[in-house]
């Protein structure tokens, strides 16, 4: 979550007759992966943003029924949030832990993932000076952390890792965070096939995101549309503020399609953020 930028006004959605979700398109193709990424809003829901998640959590749901992605990555998901959505979304499993203690109290950057892949191999560290415990913290009081994940997908046999974080609010912090992480990811996964997920409390153009993008990631979106400009994916109260979440992909993936989740039904939307919706293959090896 991010702070509202100066000089932006509530912006209320008007309230009216509730529509249905919007429909999307079938997968582009059977063999491909789908990848969701969302900030799903932590469950207290306390203060400004009045979205509380007794009121949404119905709506999110709904619109995981309808995108059903071979995993969906989340961030400030609280432990009561993942088993809400594992049993109103059967089919799935998942990985992480909380950020507070390393078992289930505080938010989850949660891996969820179907049927169709096998986990090998998964871990928590911390954007810290103690990245294997939950002692110490760059952020001031809030502890950042990255859940990751090797997998094999068994139609087709390719082994790839996933990163989902949630950087610091700080923007020095951001800046160790980046380090740590990129030297962890290579760390983690030595054969590459790295896919980094997230929440980066910064936008395009950013130190992190320069680093990201220098280690050989790209930024889904691009790779897609090849524009410059990306989508705003926080927003305050329906109104798009700032571009700051992004699925970064390496060289050997082709993206089939990149579709921003931002469904709002009536006055009510599932989160402070909207998902990234991101189908791709790997590429046959030569």
């Given at each position: 979550m991010k702070a509202p930028a100066s000089g932006w006004a509530p912006y209320e959605v008007p309230a009216g007759k509730p529509?249905?979700?919007?429909?999307?398109?079938p997968r582009v193709k059977q063999s491909s992966l789908t990848l969701l990424d969302w900030n799903i809003q932590v469950g207290?829901?306390?203060?400004v943003f009045k979205n509380h998640w007794k009121q949404r959590k119905d709506l999110l749901v709904r619109v995981l029924r309808r995108e059903t992605p071979d995993i969906l990555c989340v961030q400030e998901g609280m432990k009561?949030?993942?088993d809400f959505i594992r049993s109103a979304v059967p089919g799935y499993s998942y990985v992480g832990v909380g950020r507070d203690d390393g078992n289930q109290s505080g938010e989850h950057c949660a891996i969820l993932y179907s049927k169709r892949l096998e986990v090998l191999d998964h871990g928590t560290f911390w954007l810290s000076?103690?990245?294997d415990s939950p002692e110490n913290t760059w952020d001031a009081i809030f502890k950042r952390i990255c859940t990751w994940a090797r997998f094999r997908d068994l139609?087709?046999?390719?082994?790839?890792?996933i990163f989902n974080t949630h950087f610091p609010l700080l923007p020095e912090a951001r800046d160790k965070a980046v380090k740590l992480l990129l030297n962890r990811m290579v760390t983690e996964c030595p054969r590459g096939n790295m896919i980094l997920v997230g929440d980066f409390n910064c936008e395009p153009g950013s130190?992190?995101?320069?680093?990201i993008e220098k280690s050989g990631l790209k930024d889904a979106e691009y790779l897609f549309s090849k524009k410059v400009q990306r989508s705003r994916t926080y927003h305050l109260y329906g109104k798009p503020t700032n571009a700051i979440d992004a699925v970064f992909l390496p060289s050997n993936v082709r993206v089939l399609?990149?579709?921003?989740?931002?469904?709002?039904?009536?006055?009510?939307?599932?989160s402070d953020h909207f998902g990234t919706h991101v189908e791709f293959e790997?590429?046959?090896s030569n």
């Open positions: 529509k249905p979700l919007a429909k999307v398109p207290s829901d306390a203060g009561e949030q993942i000076d103690t990245p139609p087709t046999g390719n082994k790839f890792c130190g992190p995101w320069k680093a399609r990149h579709r921003i989740v931002n469904d709002i039904v009536g006055n009510r939307y599932p790997f590429l046959p």
